[in-house]
Each structure stands twice: as structure tokens, then as C-alpha cells.
């Protein structure tokens, strides 16, 4: 068995394609495409697949990582990325395949590209000085189910300007992302949003470009 | 245009991926000017939608044509429908977010009366007018197909015109015309007297209909010479000649049925006397085991599906059945395909095609006597025997099951109460069965049988059609005796909502004095009736009031044979004179042959073929 891990894109639609929806898209893929792929022992078997890091439901993402064990020595890598492309909707597509580098529990955050929408004239300044803040409060619930408040500034890394016009305002973003600290880019956006009449955070464009994770003392892309 | 407001929308909705389209598998073609567009409307949201086959077959035989673009609509659900008014977003279509009122034709597919609601209500989200003297040059057709429209009157003042019988062909005819007519400069009108003399076209305006004092129809006439007195349906004869979609679009959420459905045959020889279907789709026209096979595998190939069902109304009819299992089996149990077989007839299920689907994937038991005692069964020409239903759930309980699901209908022409508490002792019967087998045979210590029933709902185009319906005071008195005789508690006994029966009946046997009503009820928030959590029987009243109209003149009268039937003008290809003399024979409680035992002369024949002429 050779578990391969893919990189792949969720663009356009897609990105309301649910996390379950996805596992099945990629499952009935690998069906079309005859590739030689792993079943689970047991009762009922399955094709073996993980997902690094799920994307949230309306979030594109660039470059996104799903595990999948393929039979030791039947097929190449290149094959693998092309048979799949060929039935996978447009909208998912391989972007490469190869070895797994580093594991998913080391995964500490994500880089998110963020263009806000306004009706009017957009309020440049204001955004600047949201991320001068020391403390922007909201309830999120743990994994225990219990709300709790956290101030999402300590979980913000990054944040530039990238791009802007009249009425949008394009943002980068490095977010803390993983199973320990996490902070959805859909919140970022509703709290700039917050207060502004002329603006929508479901408006917003939001993309995740990249994916970090620790590897000793360093940072490094995950892949 | 609409697009960048529809994604915020979805970010506000539950399940978005309903709206979303570009499934793998579905088309989009660019919809140029020369092009004829056609909305593929299904009155009910996209997982119910997608689950059925008709829309498949049209969906992607239609875009075959270099000259049309077929795209799908499904009922938007309630909140997402909140959502696009506020945005001010009429109702897309789901492939190209083009909207609904900027297509040539809008076709609906009629699947059940309870869906018709929906149907105005769509017509409003699309900003369509809704009768059908309101629209003008610019608007679209508003057309519709499906098991429900030969009897479809109650949109009689929507529907511009109606598609009776198989529109795998006629589709085709209609279209031309379309593109004949198309900027020609002639009137909406002429459009529809042209496809008026197509087989099959009942166009509804053309029709005037009188009615006595006692509100029954006095006369019911073409008003042109192109509408024929009586529409014919349009039926496909050589079935293996029909088109299979074969590139089935795949879903990315989960649909109600998300597996591959494989259709053996169409019609049913049994001859049922309450089921509509077993008389409309008249006569039984089967595929061969090779075009089956052939499209079952490259189906498998095209969708990556994990599950595969036979779909007919009664799949053990079909002849070669046991052929076509082997076949289908070579090709799925390699590939880790569940094959499923639904609605096996109790009279010939048997212990080698149990085991051989069991190969594969085992599911409950479920049986349809649909009513209690021998002599209703009789009535009803349900001809499933007693000892048949005990000899087959005991070959399924050697087998390891040990649980059976019994279907019934309430309120059958002629049922006493005994018929009634029948279906309690069948169920006994059915439990004691389960003891008779030895223990070591046996699966688990304990055996369920759950006993469903529903009201009796009399439809168009069965020897049924004159029947009353059952009060709905009278069901429940009935279900309340059924359940106070029920004491085994091995036997669980679930009953369902007769509100919506009685409407079903409404409008199952209504005219075209209905369609003011339709349009109040929807006024008033009606809509998605077939769910529970919107059907509201409280506005629907209130709907046939304001217009003056009393619903239980459709469902509670008992009906003359020389009265004119509001569906009188659509020939399905069984005569009316059969229907009588069934329902006469069933007040004898005389059963009537199969057309494979015996060939009852329905008047099916006249189509040249079929089981007709095997
Ligand atoms: S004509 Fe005879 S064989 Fe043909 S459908 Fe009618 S009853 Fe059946």
C-alpha cells in the first residue's frame, strides 16, 4: 500500500460543497476513474482517505490536502492527478500528487486572501485601525460544545493590504488554523463588517491560499 | 447579474449545495441567441428533484440537440426563498443562474398532486403571469408532462399546454415548432393551435367546458377545429429504442435516491384496480436483458455510483429476471456495487433470488396486501393469497429475517369493519409464522412486523374513478379500532395524515374551476403540501372558501358512469368501458387475470404492441 497525498483546488461553487459532500465527490472520482485504490478491512470497506484541514462551507481554497492509499506500485503519480482531473467536477481538480511531508496534527495556521465588498465608498482607514485593535471579543464554542468568549486578535498572525478600489478592499491574511487554535476567516469578515451599513461579510470573497505547519522551530508550507 | 447576491444568499441557507449545480456530469451550453432554451422545472426542492428518473432521461437527451439548451429549477426551499426576495432574485435556473421568466419554455414535470402549489409558487418566484391569458409575446410557454397531467384541470388556466404520454419524441416535435413559429410574428396563439394537432398536445384554453346546476360538467368541447375531441397520449413501442441517459449527473450532496435506477419495463400487467399507474402506462413494453446490461454497465463507468436499484412498478415481472440478476452481478460484485431489488411481489419472491441479492446487500422485508382479508383483496384484484404472504415470510425468516414492514389502504370501495380488523390478524398470522420456524433457523429471539396504512385516495383512469373517498372521520374511527384490536406488541401500527388524502382526492379528480383555488392557497403560504412541516389544511380551506368552492364535491360524491369526467378528454388507450366493467366486477368481487394469464381486451392493444402482442 503507498498512501499518496494530493493537493488539490475547491473553487467557484464549490466552496458550498460540504466537508462529507466532498469525501463522497472524491470517492465516486476515484470509482470513475478505475484507479487502484486501498479498501479498509471489515464488514463494510471503504476507501481510506483523510483531509488535512476542512475547509469552512463558502471558503475556496488553492491548495487543499486529502491523503488517499493507493495499491503499492500500480500507478504514478502523474497518472493518478490526470485520471482523477478527468472525473472530478471543474471546480476540484488536482493540483499534484507525492509523498507525505509532514502531519497534519503539526499544522498551526493558514493564509487567507479576503476581498470585501462595500455599496458606497469603502472605509480604507477604518479596516486599517480593526487590526490595530488589542482585543475584539466573540463567543466561539470549544470542543466541548460550551461558548466561550476569545479575542480573535491573538489568533491573527498577519494581516497586508493587497489591492484596492473604489468599493472593495482586498486583504491577506495569516489566521492561526489547525486542531489546537483555529479562527474561521467568516469571522474576521463579519466583525470588519460589523456596524458598517454598506457592507456584507457574506459578500466577501474568501480563499484560502495556504496552508503552514511546525516543523522544529521553523514554519514551513505544508505538504 | 444575479450571482454575486445569490452567494451571499447561500451563505445564510441550510444545505446550499442544493443550488449550486455544476455536478459532474451536467451540461452547460452556452446559450446563444439562435438557440432554444428550455427550464426543466421540478416542483419540489433538488434532493427530491434529482432522485427522479423522468428528468434525467429529458434532461440530457434535450441537450443532445445542438439546437436547444435544457438547464434544471427546483423549488427553492423556504429559506432560501426568503432570502431571494429580499435580495429581489426571481427564481434561476441552477446551471447558468439565468432566470426562469427569460426562457422560451418552462416545462413542469406533475409527479403528484400535492406539488401543485409549488408549481404557482414557482411561477410567482419567476415573475411569470400566471394564468395563461396574462402572458404575451416575450414570456415564455408554460407546459407540463409527467403521470399527472391527463388529469391535470385544476391548472388548466396556468398551463399553456399539457405533454400526455412518454415525451421522449414529441419533445422533439414541440421544439421545431417552436423554432418555426419564433419570430415569425405570429401570435402566442398560433403557436399553440400549431401544436395542437401534434398527437399527444392538449392545449386546455382551446376546450370550453359548461356545467349544470348541480356543478357537474354539462359540456366539454374543443373551441377550434385543431383540438381534437379526445387527446391521445403518445407512447415509445419498441422500448429498447428509447434513450437510457446513460451520463447520469452525479449529486454532490445526498439526494433522496442517489444510486443508479435501471429501468426493466414500463406499465404493469397486474392490473391493480386502485393504481393509476397500472393503467396509464398501458401496454407493458419490456427493454432486453443486453441494452440493460449494456447501460447498466456504462451508467457504472460514467457516475462512480456505489448502488444500483431496478426500477419498475412491479420489478418481478420482469420476464428475464433472474437472467438479468446474473448478468448485473458479473459486473457489480466486483466493482462493490450494491444491487437493489424494491418492490418484489409477494406470489413469486423466492428463496434463490433472496439469496442472490443477498450476495450482496440484505434489506428489510416489505410486502403491500393493502387490504386485510381475502374477499377486499379480491375487490381491490390485489392478487396476493394468504398462504402465499405466510409461505414467503417464513422462507425469509429461515433466511435470517426478522422483520417485515405490511403496507394497507384504508377506506377500499366496500370495506367493512371486519376488513378492517383483517389486517390485524394478517399481521398475527405473519408473527406466528416466525415461531414455526425452528429456533436454530431463526435470527435473533424476536420478530417486528410494522403495519402502515394509508386512506384509499380514488384516481382518474381506474375502475375506481366514480368512488367516494372515505370521511376523514370515518378513517380515523376505523384506525382507532384497528389499533385498540392490535395487542400483540410485537406488532407496531403506524397510520398516516388523511388531511392531505382528502386534498390529494381534490385535486386528483378536480376541473378547471380549481385554479382560482390553487392560486388563494398559495396567497395564503401554501406551498411544498407533500411535507409536513409546511402542509396547512387550516389555509387550504380557507382558499376554497373565499372562491366559493366546496372540495368535498371532488372527493366525497359518488360519481355517475354517464357523467362527463373533468379528464374525459385524454385518451390514455384503456377504454372507459373497461373501467366500468372492472369496477363491476369488482363489486362481485371477481378478480381479473393478469395480461400475461389472460389479456383482459382493455383496448391497449390499439397501440400495436407490447405485452399485448407477446
Ligand atoms: S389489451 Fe390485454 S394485454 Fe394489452 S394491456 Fe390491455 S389487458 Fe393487457
Redesign the pocket.
Known amino acids: 500500500m503507498s498512501k499518496r497525498r494530493l493537493k488539490f483546488s475547491k473553487l467557484n461553487m464549490a466552496k458550498f460543497i460540504s466537508h462529507l459532500d466532498l469525501m463522497r465527490c472524491f470517492q465516486r472520482a476515484i470509482m470513475r476513474s478505475g484507479l487502484p485504490v486501498e479498501y479498509s478491512q471489515g464488514f463494510n470497506p471503504h476507501q481510506r482517505m483523510t483531509f488535512a484541514l476542512p475547509l469552512p462551507v463558502g471558503v475556496t481554497g488553492e491548495g487543499e490536502f486529502a491523503d488517499i492509499s493507493f495499491e503499492d506500485g500500480k500507478v504514478t503519480d502523474e497518472e493518478i492527478k490526470e485520471r482523477l482531473n478527468k472525473n472530478l467536477p471543474p471546480d476540484i481538480q488536482v493540483l499534484s500528487v507525492g509523498d507525505l511531508i509532514f502531519k497534519a496534527a503539526d499544522i498551526v495556521c493558514a493564509e487567507y486572501t479576503m476581498k470585501l465588498y462595500s455599496d458606497k465608498k469603502i472605509d480604507t482607514e477604518k479596516i486599517k485601525e480593526f487590526f490595530g485593535k488589542d482585543e475584539v471579543i466573540v463567543m466561539k464554542r470549544n470542543k466541548k460544545k460550551v461558548e466561550k468568549p476569545i479575542n480573535i486578535m491573538e489568533y491573527i498572525r498577519a494581516w497586508e493590504v493587497i489591492d484596492e478600489t473604489e468599493r472593495t478592499l482586498t486583504l491577506r491574511l495569516v489566521l492561526d488554523a489547525g486542531g489546537e487554535r483555529n479562527l474561521k476567516p467568516e469571522i474576521v469578515a463579519a466583525k470588519i463588517c460589523e456596524g458598517d451599513e454598506n457592507m456584507c461579510a457574506d459578500d466577501a470573497d474568501i480563499c484560502r491560499t495556504k496552508i503552514f505547519c511546525r516543523s522544529g522551530d521553523v514554519l514551513e508550507l505544508f505538504r | 447579474m444575479y450571482k454575486k447576491k445569490f452567494e451571499a444568499c447561500l451563505k445564510r441557507v441550510q444545505k446550499p449545495a442544493r443550488y449550486i449545480g455544476n455536478e459532474f456530469n451536467s451540461i452547460h451550453k452556452e446559450m446563444t441567441s439562435d438557440m432554444m432554451s428550455f427550464a426543466f422545472c421540478f416542483p419540489d426542492v433538488y434532493e427530491v428533484g434529482m432522485s427522479h428518473l423522468g428528468i434525467k432521461i429529458l434532461y440530457h437527451m434535450m441537450n443532445e440537440w445542438e439546437d436547444t439548451v435544457c438547464e434544471r429549477v427546483f423549488a427553492p426551499w423556504d429559506d432560501m426563498e426568503q432570502e431571494m426576495k429580499k435580495e429581489g432574485i426571481p427564481l434561476l435556473s441552477l446551471e447558468s443562474y439565468t432566470p426562469v421568466r427569460e426562457f422560451d419554455m418552462v416545462g413542469f414535470t406533475l409527479q403528484y398532486e400535492m406539488s401543485y402549489s409549488n408549481i404557482v409558487n414557482m411561477l410567482k418566484l419567476a415573475g411569470i403571469p400566471l394564468r395563461t391569458r396574462e402572458r404575451k409575446i416575450g414570456d415564455p410557454f408554460v407546459c407540463c408532462g409527467g403521470p399527472c397531467a391527463y388529469h391535470a384541470e385544476p391548472l388548466s388556466d396556468l398551463v399553456d399546454f399539457f405533454i400526455l404520454g412518454e415525451g421522449e419524441d414529441i419533445m422533439r416535435e414541440i421544439m421545431q415548432a417552436y423554432k418555426e413559429w419564433r419570430g415569425s410574428g405570429r401570435t402566442r396563439e398560433e403557436y399553440l393551435e400549431t401544436i395542437a394537432k401534434i398527437e399527444g398536445i392538449y392545449v386546455p384554453s382551446f376546450y370550453d367546458v359548461e356545467y349544470n346546476d348541480d356543478n357537474t360538467i354539462k359540456s366539454f368541447e374543443p373551441n377550434r377545429d385543431c383540438a381534437p375531441k379526445k387527446v391521445k397520449k403518445r407512447i415509445i413501442l419498441n422500448f429498447d429504442d428509447t434513450y437510457i441517459p446513460e451520463k447520469l449527473i452525479v449529486p454532490f450532496m445526498e439526494v433522496v435516491h442517489d444510486r443508479i435506477m435501471l429501468e426493466l419495463f414500463r406499465?404493469c400487467?397486474r392490473?391493480c384496480r386502485f393504481c393509476q399507474a397500472g393503467y396509464i402506462y398501458?401496454?407493458?413494453r419490456e427493454r432486453s436483458v443486453k441494452r440493460l446490461v449494456g447501460a447498466a454497465r456504462n451508467a457504472i463507468d460514467a457516475t462512480g455510483y456505489e448502488e444500483m436499484t431496478l426500477s419498475s412498478l412491479s420489478t418481478s415481472d420482469y420476464t428475464c429476471l433472474f437472467e438479468l440478476i446474473d448478468e448485473l452481478l458479473k459486473i457489480t460484485v466486483d466493482k462493490r456495487i450494491n444491487l437493489s431489488l424494491p418492490s418484489l411481489r409477494v406470489d413469486n419472491f423466492s428463496m434463490e433470488l433472496m439469496e442472490k441479492v443477498q450476495k450482496v446487500k440484505k434489506s428489510g422485508l416489505t410486502f403491500a396486501p393493502e387490504a386485510g382479508t381475502q374477499r377486499l383483496r379480491d375487490v381491490i384484484n390485489k392478487n396476493v393469497r394468504e398462504e402465499e404472504l405466510i409461505r414467503t415470510t417464513s422462507i425469509a425468516f429461515e433466511g435470517g429475517y426478522n422483520r417485515v414492514k405490511l403496507y394497507f389502504m384504508m377506506g377500499l370501495p366496500t370495506e367493512t369493519d371486519d376488513d378492517v380488523l383483517g389486517i390485524g390478524d394478517l399481521a398475527d398470522k405473519v408473527i406466528d409464522a416466525f415461531y414455526q420456524v425452528p429456533p436454530e433457523k431463526r435470527k435473533g429471539r424476536s420478530v417486528t412486523v410494522t403495519v402502515s396504512t394509508s386512506l384509499f385516495v380514488p384516481k382518474p383512469f381506474t375502475p375506481f374513478q366514480w368512488e367516494p373517498q372515505n370521511r376523514i372521520s370515518e378513517l380515523e374511527r376505523k384506525a382507532s379500532m384497528l389499533s385498540k384490536s392490535i395487542t400483540n406488541r410485537k406488532i407496531i401500527y403506524n397510520w398516516h395524515s388523511s388531511q392531505v388524502s382528502f386534498l390529494e382526492a381534490v385535486f386528483a379528480k378536480g376541473d378547471r374551476r380549481l385554479g382560482e383555488v390553487l392560486i388563494s392557497a398559495v396567497e395564503f403560504g401554501c406551498k411544498f403540501d407533500g411535507w409536513t412541516d409546511f402542509f396547512d389544511y387550516e389555509k387550504w380551506m380557507k382558499a376554497f372558501e373565499i372562491n366559493g368552492i366546496d372540495p368535498e364535491f371532488y372527493a366525497y360524491r359518488r360519481i355517475g358512469y354517464d357523467e362527463i369526467l373533468p379528464w374525459d378528454y385524454a385518451d390514455i388507450g384503456?377504454n372507459k368501458s373497461f373501467f366500468i366493467a372492472e369496477h363491476k366486477r369488482a363489486y362481485e368481487e371477481k378478480t381479473t387475470p393478469s395480461?400475461r394469464e389472460k389479456?383482459?381486451?382493455?383496448?391497449?392493444?390499439q397501440f400495436g404492441g407490447?405485452?399485448?402482442f407477446e
Do not use: M, S, Y
Not at chain 2, 389479456?599 to 392493444?605: I, L, N, P, S, V
Open positions: 406499465g400487467i392490473g398501458r401496454p407493458v384503456v395480461c389479456c383482459a381486451g382493455c383496448g391497449a392493444a407490447g405485452v399485448c
